[in-house]
């Protein structure tokens, strides 16, 4: 099951599902253009887990799709359409501790805050299309903050290896060398 998304911006992004059967055959959205990329980026580059497709997303500029791993939920994103010259690379994964690396979702009685993490679920395991959505950045220290979101993403933090936990952004940009010439020239 996947799930389209437009806004009034012209962002798009089509999310698919942990263990969707469409990871195997394909399944992109209509406006993803070949070649595309591949399904499968392989294991993870922090902890050697496998890496499932998240969503693919596209701006007035680029379209790019992401992966996680169903581990450690480490993300990297493939940007497959750019400048004349682009060429696919995928980014760096980087981490950030539980309160600043997922969104918040909230619903339910009593009232709970919820992470909301890859493939459109949060940490917890609920479908975060049953919640309701928010721009701000989950917490962890909240008193209402749900109780298995707190144990998934203090497990999830702890699988990250020490040494990765080097910090990192979450302004994503292709790491390609035509795409950065052109940001550091401020195109």
């Not at 799930?3 to 959205?29: C, I, K, N």
């Not at 693919?56 to 994103?77: I, N």
């Not at 979702?105 to 993490?117: I, K, L, N, T, V």
Request: charged residues 20%; hydrophobic residues 30%.
């Amino acid at each position: 099951m996947t799930f389209p998304m437009v806004d009034d911006s012209g962002w798009r992004a089509y999310f698919y599902l942990h263990g969707d059967p469409l990871e195997e055959t394909g399944g992109w959205p209509g406006w993803v253009e070949p070649p595309y990329p591949p399904v499968d980026i392989g294991p993870c580059s922090v902890c050697g887990h496998p890496t499932k497709r998240s969503t693919t997303w596209r701006s007035r500029r680029e379209t790019a799709t992401g992966y996680a791993c169903v581990w450690c939920q480490a993300a990297v994103d493939v940007f497959h359409t750019g400048p004349p010259g682009h060429t696919p690379t995928s980014t760096r994964p980087s981490y950030a501790p539980p309160d600043q690396r997922w969104n918040e979702d909230f619903g339910g009685e009593p009232r709970r805050y919820h992470a909301s993490g890859h493939w459109r679920l949060t940490l917890c395991g609920l479908d975060a299309d049953d919640l309701t959505g928010s721009d701000a950045q989950w917490r962890p220290g909240r008193t209402d903050a749900c109780p298995g979101c707190l144990t998934a993403a203090a497990e999830i933090d702890a699988r990250w290896p020490a040494d990765r936990r080097t910090g990192g952004t979450f302004i994503v940009a292709c790491p390609c060398h035509v795409c950065r010439s052109l940001m550091r020239a401020g195109r």
